[in-house]
């Protein structure tokens, strides 16, 4: 069964901080690898997607994420962080043929001026 | 505007009660997801289904059921059997496979 693991829970910066938050996830077959973000009061949304090509995506304001196969992982990072991208990030992947979406528990992340 | 409405923003029950939350999309949209959001669990998913008339069980589908007999609306009942029903739940949905999933502003159950 494929799932989602987010290991920092909560994460707190200060403004123009470095940010990665880490994301494993379980699965034996091709997946396909999706960043959620949830702005307080606002309902989730797509931050970015990794199906196929080149490792390394980038998806709004600035966020990036890697694909590492080998690492099972989709890191999301951010080099230089906003009070306005205070919200909780989660992590989802499904396998390749399938529409059944398994999120992380999330990650809540503040950002002080 | 295309979106998805779930109706109400809050419920409240009693317990031993069935209570159904509605989930309508205008986008066209095949898939439907229900997600159950509680505090440091993220979004756990209940039921979701590809195609009218076609359901599967998610991860924690156990007290719950559903229903997609339109392809615009997935309404989601928690039954009495469900023994920790209060919760944040969300219901999305998405286009062609892989499609991002669009959400709803979610309905907040309480039952006492």
């Known amino acids: 069964a494929q799932s989602v693991s987010q290991h920092n829970h909560h994460v707190i910066l200060s403004e123009a901080a470095s940010l990665e938050l880490g994301c494993n996830y379980s699965?034996?077959?091709?997946?396909?690898l999706f960043w959620y973000v949830q702005y307080p009061g606002q309902h989730l949304q797509l931050l970015l997607k990794?199906?196929?090509?080149?490792?390394l995506v980038k998806g709004i304001k600035g966020f990036e994420a890697e694909f590492i196969k080998s690492k099972f992982s989709f890191n999301l990072r951010k080099p230089s962080v906003q009070w306005s991208d205070t919200a909780e990030y989660f992590c989802?992947?499904?396998?390749?043929?399938?529409?059944?979406?398994?999120f992380g528990t999330g990650t809540r992340l503040q950002v002080f001026p | 505007d295309g979106g998805i409405t779930q109706s109400p923003k809050y419920l409240f029950r009693k317990e031993g009660q069935n209570v159904t939350l509605s989930c309508e999309q205008n986008?066209?949209?095949?898939?439907m997801y229900w997600y159950r959001q509680d505090p440091g669990q993220g979004l756990r998913l209940i039921y979701y289904s590809q195609i009218v008339n076609d359901f599967q069980k998610g991860d924690i589908a156990e007290g719950y059921s559903v229903s997609r007999e339109k392809k615009e609306s997935f309404p989601l009942t928690v039954t009495s059997a469900q023994k920790n029903p209060t919760a944040f739940y969300l219901c999305?949905?998405?286009?062609?496979?892989?499609?991002?999933?669009?959400f709803g502003n979610g309905t907040r159950l309480t039952v006492t």
């Open positions: 986008l066209n949209h095949d898939a």
């Open positions: 999305a949905s998405s286009g062609p496979l892989n499609s991002p999933l669009h």
């Open positions: 990794y199906f196929s090509g080149d490792p």
């Open positions: 699965y034996g077959g091709t997946v396909n």
């Open positions: 989802a992947v499904n396998g390749g043929n399938t529409d059944k979406l398994i």
